[in-house]
């Protein structure tokens, strides 16, 4: 019999699914913030993202399933012993992310932000010219499930889509320039919509550095929604604020919460959302978390091979 510590908020109808799986095992279902040492101690499975800090006292952890697709905290060394198997949810999020994405785009463009400051202060204002996507070229930086689902979206607005990646593979239909990453020095120039779409690695730490938001285009619009860590803040507000580029939409920071004494609070033309864009705010979302759990579960039960499965090197799927 295996103990199965469960801390994503399953409900009634996901429990049971889980269970049928293997009904001899132990499961244990408890929130996040109410998990103990001794939880964690005796677990032989935990489905649902546990403090990091207590994955130390997993000394008979076989499989850690996260339920967000980043895992930055989980791979750092001394965390969860190396004979523990680290799973995501990579495949859950693109749908609700990529609506998000497109959604502040839109917003940026058509001035919907200026419009809604306006109506709380009463006050009737033509805000002036506003920009299209059709014909606009954007650039998706990481080509995962939610770059991947951007890019279908933005394609089918009539934008021009370009992409880079770490690893080369089959230019999708819903791609018209495809590139790996050491070429993104080389056609970012020419896009008018920047979308970062990578998680926290050693290799995407300041990426859009000073250096690299100079090189963008004039008026290009930047869409930040996979990790802070990417983007060198002051460097962004001084690109903002010079005129430099139209805007920016941002659901993650350097450091989180954003401070208060940020400067990009005050910069008309930035969106700030709190890192709200994945998580379970849509249902479907967590309905593909639960789905995979599940899934993942099996795999683990009956000893077939994960999906999923974290290279600790990259922090990304294998």
Same mark, same amino acid.
């Given at each position: 019999?295996? #103990?199965?510590?469960?801390?994503? @908020? +399953?409900?009634?109808?996901?429990?049971?699914?889980?269970?049928?799986?293997?009904?001899?095992?132990?499961?244990?279902?408890?929130?996040?913030?109410?998990?103990?040492?001794?939880?964690?101690?005796?677990?032989?499975?935990?489905?649902?993202?546990?403090? !990091?800090?207590?994955?130390?006292?997993?000394?008979?952890?076989?499989?850690?399933?996260?339920?967000?697709?980043?895992?930055?905290? /989980?791979?750092?060394?001394?965390?969860?012993?190396?004979?523990?198997?680290?799973?995501?949810?990579?495949?859950? +999020?693109?749908?609700?992310? *990529?609506?998000?994405?497109?959604?502040?785009?839109?917003?940026?463009?058509?001035?919907?932000?200026?419009?809604?400051?306006?109506?709380? #202060?009463?006050?009737?204002?033509? %805000?002036? &010219?506003?920009?299209?996507?059709?014909?606009?070229?954007?650039?998706?930086?990481?080509?995962?499930?939610?770059?991947?689902? +951007?890019?279908?979206?933005?394609?089918?607005?009539?934008?021009?889509?370009?992409?880079?990646?770490?690893?080369?593979?089959? #230019?999708?239909?819903?791609? =018209?320039?495809?590139?790996?990453?050491?070429?993104?020095?080389?056609?970012?120039?020419? !896009?008018?919509?920047?979308?970062?779409? %990578?998680?926290?690695?050693?290799?995407?730490?300041?990426?859009?550095?000073?250096?690299?938001? &100079?090189?963008?285009?004039?008026?290009?619009?930047?869409? =930040?929604?996979?990790?802070?860590?990417?983007?060198?803040? =002051?460097?962004?507000?001084?690109?903002?604020?010079?005129?430099?580029?139209?805007? !920016?939409?941002?659901?993650?920071?350097?450091?989180?919460?954003?401070?208060?004494? &940020?400067?990009?609070? *005050?910069?008309? =033309?930035?969106?700030?959302? @709190?890192?709200?864009?994945?998580? +379970?705010?849509?249902?479907?979302? /967590?309905?593909?978390?639960?789905?995979?759990?599940?899934?993942?579960?099996?795999?683990?039960? /009956?000893?077939? @091979?994960?999906?999923?499965?974290?290279?600790?090197?990259?922090?990304?799927?294998?």
């Amino acid at each position: 019999m295996k #103990k199965i510590l469960v801390a994503v @908020p +399953f409900e009634e109808d996901g429990k049971k699914r889980l269970e049928s799986v293997c009904p001899q095992n132990e499961y244990v279902y408890i929130s996040a913030d109410k998990v103990t040492s001794d939880d964690i101690a005796n677990a032989d499975a935990v489905i649902g993202n546990v403090p !990091a800090e207590l994955m130390k006292h997993a000394k008979k952890l076989e499989w850690f399933q996260s339920q967000m697709a980043g895992v930055d905290p /989980y791979i750092k060394d001394g965390v969860i012993s190396e004979s523990t198997v680290i799973t995501n949810v990579t495949g859950a +999020f693109g749908l609700a992310i *990529s609506e998000h994405m497109v959604g502040c785009v839109l917003e940026l463009y058509k001035k919907l932000h200026l419009y809604r400051d306006n109506q709380n #202060k009463s006050l009737w204002r033509d %805000m002036g &010219s506003v920009k299209q996507i059709e014909g606009q070229t954007v650039l998706i930086v990481g080509l995962g499930d939610i770059g991947g689902c +951007f890019a279908k979206k933005m394609k089918a607005l009539g934008a021009y889509t370009v992409a880079v990646k770490r690893r080369p593979g089959e #230019k999708p239909d819903y791609i =018209n320039e495809l590139y790996l990453t050491d070429m993104l020095d080389s056609v970012l120039p020419r !896009a008018d919509i920047v979308a970062l779409c %990578m998680p926290d690695t050693p290799e995407t730490r300041g990426m859009f550095s000073a250096k690299r938001i &100079s090189q963008m285009k004039n008026g290009a619009t930047l869409v =930040n929604i996979g990790r802070g860590s990417a983007v060198d803040t =002051n460097a962004l507000a001084d690109a903002l604020e010079s005129g430099k580029l139209y805007g !920016a939409a941002l659901d993650v920071f350097e450091k989180e919460p954003l401070e208060p004494e &940020s400067r990009l609070w *005050s910069i008309p =033309n930035v969106i700030i959302t @709190p890192h709200i864009s994945g998580f +379970f705010h849509l249902r479907k979302t /967590y309905e593909n978390i639960i789905d995979i759990c599940i899934r993942n579960y099996e795999n683990y039960v /009956y000893g077939r @091979p994960f999906f999923n499965v974290i290279d600790r090197e990259t922090g990304y799927c294998r």
